[in-house]
């Protein structure tokens, strides 16, 4: 039986992850009890209806009873059965944002502060994200990309790439991109900002993209870290490590990094990694 347990941050989307599987003929359950998972898993291999795809939705919704997550899946190990983790995430902005759009309380501080809420969902949640077999950083993603990026996953077979490269442009002057785990500062290229044709646009304009790549100190930086990368990356993955987050940054984060950004994951891509591409400060004035 193939057994998926999605988990992850409030707001990040389990809810359309679970659902791109069911609509993939996964039996699904969502808000299951930690401790109940290897019963529930005992309950649909022992039906009738033969069912050997599950994913069950288990978080912080479940309250004292998500202490038991741990619990139960070291019940799963002994009994012998397999399963895998998939953790969805998400900026902090993009989740407060989504909790005002649909005017929710976060479940770990319902009468207070979402960041308050947020900020101690992640440190609640560190330790399962660190046993995660996927993560998924749904910040930029629509819900066509998300379900594109579970088919990848689950559907496809693609249990070789099982490392997702997340290259996030941001600006220096809004804080640095805190969960990066290699940050590279593009502000020595020159700016596009003080040419006033190219002021409103971003790096993901081709007259941007034309200025920021005609410069050698642009070509040559580039080439120098995807041979970093080319190096990193297979060591990386042979840790058993399932997300890299690389943040590029400028002082905006509006041209220079966007466009740095997007060359990087078009060419992460050509090389058969999984890599998604995110701009966090691109749209800010």
């Not at 009890?33 to 019963?39: M, Y």
């Not at 190219?198 to 041979?227: A, C, N, P, S």
Request: proline share 3%.
């Amino acid at each position: 039986m193939e057994f998926v347990i999605i988990t992850g941050m409030s707001g990040a989307g389990k809810s359309q992850a679970m659902k791109a599987l069911e609509d993939r003929g996964y039996y699904c359950m969502d808000n299951l009890p930690p401790a109940l998972l290897f019963r529930f898993a005992e309950l649909c291999h022992q039906s009738k209806k033969e069912i050997d795809k599950v994913a069950v939705v288990a978080d912080v919704r479940g309250g004292i009873f998500f202490d038991d997550l741990f619990k139960g899946l070291g019940e799963l190990e002994e009994k012998g059965l397999k399963y895998r983790i998939l953790f969805l995430d998400a900026e902090d902005r993009v989740l407060i944002k989504r909790y005002k759009e649909l005017r929710r309380p976060h479940p770990l501080n319902p009468m207070g502060s979402i960041t308050e809420g947020i900020r101690e969902e992640r440190k609640f949640l560190e330790e399962i994200k660190d046993k995660a077999d996927y993560i998924i950083d749904t910040s930029q993603l629509t819900i066509g990309m998300l379900k594109e990026e579970i088919n990848k996953i689950f559907i496809e077979g693609e249990e070789a790439r099982r490392l997702t490269i997340s290259v996030s442009s941001f600006g220096f002057k809004h804080g640095v991109l805190l969960d990066a785990d290699l940050v590279f500062d593009v502000r020595f290229i020159p700016n596009p900002y003080y040419i006033p044709e190219l002021r409103e646009l971003t790096g993901e304009d081709e007259q941007v993209r034309d200025y920021v790549f005609k410069w050698e100190q642009t070509e040559i930086f580039v080439e120098k870290l995807m041979d970093m990368l080319n190096f990193l990356i297979p060591y990386y993955i042979e840790e058993g490590k399932t997300q890299l987050i690389i943040g590029i940054g400028c002082t905006g984060g509006r041209h220079r990094s966007v466009a740095i950004a997007d060359y990087i994951e078009h060419k992460l891509e050509e090389q058969g990694h999984r890599a998604i591409v995110t701009h966090r400060d691109y749209k800010l004035l």
